[in-house]
């Protein structure tokens, strides 16, 4: 197929995948008909929203996104026993809630939202605002005696990943 024809049928293809995946996954059920009606979901939706897309954004490396996916699912699990055990065995007087400002050195909108929606993710913590110019996401932590390693850890762990993929 030519390269033209390849991209108006699938103009963002790592969409068609990642849609035709979500949708085998709602569906519960690995048959030939739901592969199949993802892959029909996967090439009309992104055919569909191209115009909304104008600038696709690009992934520097896929195979640095699929080990961010796997720190992201990691710490989700994590978290989730974290908070279990602050929730069941911590006193509410003993807790330290904090909001943390998280300067952001990256700058693309997809990336910013990665970010967003993996600190909302992670059970403890939860991206609140983004300042105006981009520059800032407001975190709420659950349990922070320390907001500035919450802060660093957010952009060792997460930032700096999204910054080598995105930029």
Excluded at 62 to 76: G, N, S
Aim: aromatic letters at 8%.
């Amino acid at each position: 197929m030519p390269r033209r024809l390849t991209r108006r049928i699938f103009p963002h293809p790592f969409l068609t995948l990642l849609l035709v995946v979500v949708w085998c996954l709602l569906i519960n059920q690995l048959s030939a008909g739901t592969v199949v009606f993802g892959l029909i979901l996967g090439t009309l939706v992104p055919i569909l929203t191209a115009a909304y897309w104008p600038n696709r954004p690009r992934l520097g490396n896929p195979i640095k996104f699929a080990l961010y996916v796997l720190v992201v699912i990691w710490d989700i699990l994590v978290a989730n026993v974290q908070v279990a055990i602050i929730v069941l065995f911590k006193r509410n007087a003993a807790m330290q809630p904090a909001w943390v400002p998280v300067p952001l050195d990256i700058r693309t909108p997809e990336a910013i939202a990665i970010l967003a929606g993996t600190i909302t993710l992670t059970p403890g913590t939860v991206s609140a605002d983004l300042s105006a110019e981009g520059h800032a996401l407001l975190v709420h932590a659950l349990d922070a005696p320390d907001p500035d390693a919450v802060r660093d850890t957010i952009k060792h762990r997460y930032e700096r990943r999204l910054k080598e993929i995105f930029e």
